[in-house]
């Protein structure tokens, strides 16, 4: 039924589209015109730059990745990716700004168990540990106090500590304090403000500290390598290349331009570019990439495996997809893997081998010991990151929390309610009493806060298809000539069929099935095959 707020809402929505619509045409100009560029470029060879290259992210810095693109890569990405971002960074933030002044710009508080279930079914997983001393899972949020935040916003969580069997919940602060699930009713209050607090933080966690690996360094090295130095008429090319499409201009737009995290909160960056969400400046969120970069390449990769005997480097396959972790994103992931290796296998016979030794000795300079990885692993861990993990990533997170619990921003740090002075000032520059926020936590974030967090999550989070082609997982294809590849392909595109039907009948071992007011998978299809895109191209 078509409510009154709605019928608002859209007379908000076409009026902001007297703004936004001429930008949208603007932007879909200026996209236009930078192909017949860089057209012009690749015809006379002026400007025109042949081949994608590395380069470190900081001077002298270990962590490389795409540091110039080339002509050919610029268009492809111009013509069927860019326009995408324009739709929503102009029509889409018009909806969302219609929907900031009917009112409609809110998070919930979310519940103890949808809190657990989010932990243990997405890309938060990566931040888990067992803990021998608490006998507890922890979610590690430490990263947190490293970050130099926006004067006026606050990052206070540090750590989340589960027991699953109790279904008890633990959040350090980063005061020290710790506040617990199972606290009478004198106490909740406080533990359901660290748990808005920790909403915050795994808000930003997610893209700002776990994906990282996903997208960068190794994904980024294989496609500009395999682009300069294998045949691409040669099946190894053919299996790599549906997973790198947009690749490395998608990474070098998210480490060189920073469309989405180069906040500056100048006049622009706060009334215009309202997808800047983070409560932090380029500077920030670049070094702490680098960061995580640098220890999961670098130090990890340079790990021997001496002491391992099913293992050839540390990171080859990641450790989630070959030890039993009791985490049920992992265990999603490892089925994947599984299927993917299997038909890495199964392409052996039919890829040259001395292609191989190229392309992973050019990887090796920027992957320590990458040389060491067998075959098999190695292709078969770039496309299950390309694929399924980067798109499990995303949706996931989307999914389970971000839609609807997720907001990157709050201006207000943490204190109990157990001392009124401490809320003294926030009552007079709110009116609002303690009491009230007692009752109701979510008072504390701001409107515009969770709408810029709906920007940033319909531009950069969410997939946004073209409308040139299909990337999904379902349409994949890949062009081998030869019947021996090409039937061993449509058996992957079979096989992974099945898996997703399959998946639909298991059950997660964290949250029973019989708990209420979960949005939760069916089963452990924590996203569906269709939802999968073929390359970490968003």
């Known amino acids: 039924?078509?409510?009154?707020?709605?019928?608002?809402?859209?007379?908000?929505?076409?009026?902001?589209?007297?703004?936004?619509?001429?930008?949208?045409?603007?932007?879909?100009?200026?996209?236009?015109?930078?192909?017949?560029?860089?057209?012009?470029?690749?015809?006379?060879?002026?400007?025109?730059?042949?081949?994608?290259?590395?380069?470190?992210?900081?001077?002298?810095?270990?962590?490389?990745?795409?540091?110039?693109?080339?002509?050919?890569?610029?268009?492809?990405?111009?013509?069927?990716?860019?326009?995408?971002?324009?739709?929503?960074?102009?029509?889409?933030?018009?909806?969302?700004?219609?929907?900031?002044?009917?009112?409609?710009?809110?998070?919930?508080?979310?519940?103890?168990?949808?809190?657990?279930?989010?932990?243990?079914?997405?890309?938060?997983?990566?931040?888990?540990?067992?803990?021998?001393?608490?006998?507890?899972?922890?979610?590690?949020?430490?990263?947190?106090?490293?970050?130099?935040?926006?004067?006026?916003?606050?990052?206070?969580?540090?750590?989340?500590?589960?027991?699953?069997?109790?279904?008890?919940?633990?959040?350090?602060m980063g005061n020290g304090g710790i506040f617990h699930s199972d606290s009478g009713s004198l106490h909740r209050p406080n533990y359901e403000l660290a748990k808005l607090h920790a909403q915050i933080c795994l808000t930003y966690y997610a893209p700002g500290f776990a994906h990282n690996y996903v997208h960068f360094v190794f994904p980024s090295a294989v496609c500009v390598y395999a682009k300069k130095q294998l045949n691409h008429e040669g099946v190894l090319f053919k299996l790599l290349a549906p997973h790198f499409r947009f690749v490395e201009r998608l990474n070098y737009q998210a480490l060189r331009i920073c469309h989405a995290t180069d906040n500056n909160q100048s006049v622009i960056d706060r009334y215009f570019c309202f997808w800047k969400s983070f409560p932090v400046n380029r500077r920030q969120f670049s070094s702490g990439i680098e960061t995580k970069l640098h220890d999961y390449y670098i130090v990890n990769g340079s790990k021997s495996c001496a002491n391992t005997n099913d293992r050839d480097h540390q990171l080859f396959p990641p450790e989630y997809v070959t030890e039993d972790t009791k985490i049920p994103y992992f265990e999603y992931l490892r089925q994947y893997y599984q299927v993917i290796r299997s038909f890495v296998e199964e392409m052996v016979p039919y890829i040259d081998e001395s292609e191989w030794l190229l392309l992973s000795q050019s990887i090796q300079t920027r992957v320590p010991r990458f040389n060491a990885v067998n075959m098999v692993d190695g292709i078969a861990t770039f496309i299950h990151l390309s694929s399924v993990v980067h798109s499990a990533d995303h949706q996931s997170y989307l999914d389970f929390f971000a839609r609807k619990?997720?907001?990157?921003?709050?201006?207000?740090?943490?204190?109990?309610?157990?001392?009124?002075?401490?809320?003294?000032?926030?009552?007079?520059?709110?009116?609002?009493?303690?009491?009230?926020?007692?009752?109701?936590?979510?008072?504390?974030?701001?409107?515009?806060?969770?709408?810029?967090?709906?920007?940033?999550?319909?531009?950069?989070?969410?997939?946004?298809?073209?409308?040139?082609?299909?990337?999904?997982?379902?349409?994949?294809?890949?062009?081998?000539?030869?019947?021996?590849?090409?039937?061993?392909?449509?058996?992957?595109?079979?096989?992974?069929?099945?898996?997703?039907?399959?998946?639909?009948?298991?059950?997660?071992?964290?949250?029973?099935?019989?708990?209420?007011?979960?949005?939760?998978?069916?089963?452990?299809?924590?996203?569906?095959?269709?939802?999968?895109?073929?390359?970490?191209?968003?």
């Not at 992210?57 to 962590?63: A, P, Q």
């Open 1 to 172: 039924m078509f409510s009154s707020l709605h019928l608002v809402e859209c007379v908000v929505y076409y009026a902001l589209l007297q703004v936004y619509l001429p930008l949208y045409l603007i932007g879909i100009f200026m996209i236009k015109l930078k192909i017949v560029v860089n057209k012009i470029k690749r015809f006379t060879g002026i400007g025109c730059v042949k081949h994608s290259n590395m380069m470190p992210l900081t001077e002298g810095g270990k962590v490389e990745d795409v540091g110039c693109i080339s002509t050919d890569e610029e268009i492809d990405f111009l013509r069927h990716r860019s326009p995408c971002y324009v739709t929503r960074m102009t029509l889409g933030v018009a909806k969302q700004l219609a929907k900031l002044v009917t009112g409609q710009q809110s998070i919930d508080l979310i519940s103890d168990e949808q809190l657990i279930y989010t932990l243990f079914h997405t890309a938060i997983a990566y931040a888990i540990k067992w803990n021998d001393e608490k006998q507890m899972f922890c979610v590690n949020l430490c990263e947190f106090k490293d970050v130099k935040i926006f004067k006026g916003f606050y990052w206070d969580v540090r750590r989340i500590y589960v027991d699953l069997a109790k279904h008890k919940i633990s959040i350090e």
């Open 405 to 538: 619990f997720g907001c990157t921003a709050i201006r207000y740090p943490f204190h109990t309610f157990d001392d009124p002075q401490d809320w003294k000032m926030y009552e007079e520059q709110t009116g609002i009493r303690i009491d009230e926020v007692k009752r109701d936590p979510l008072l504390l974030v701001h409107p515009l806060d969770v709408m810029r967090t709906n920007c940033f999550l319909d531009v950069f989070v969410d997939y946004i298809p073209s409308p040139t082609f299909d990337l999904s997982m379902m349409k994949l294809k890949y062009d081998f000539h030869d019947s021996g590849p090409d039937s061993a392909a449509r058996n992957f595109i079979s096989n992974i069929r099945s898996l997703d039907g399959n998946l639909k009948l298991q059950k997660s071992t964290v949250v029973a099935e019989n708990v209420k007011n979960v949005d939760k998978a069916t089963g452990m299809q924590l996203v569906k095959l269709e939802q999968l895109v073929q390359s970490n191209c968003f």
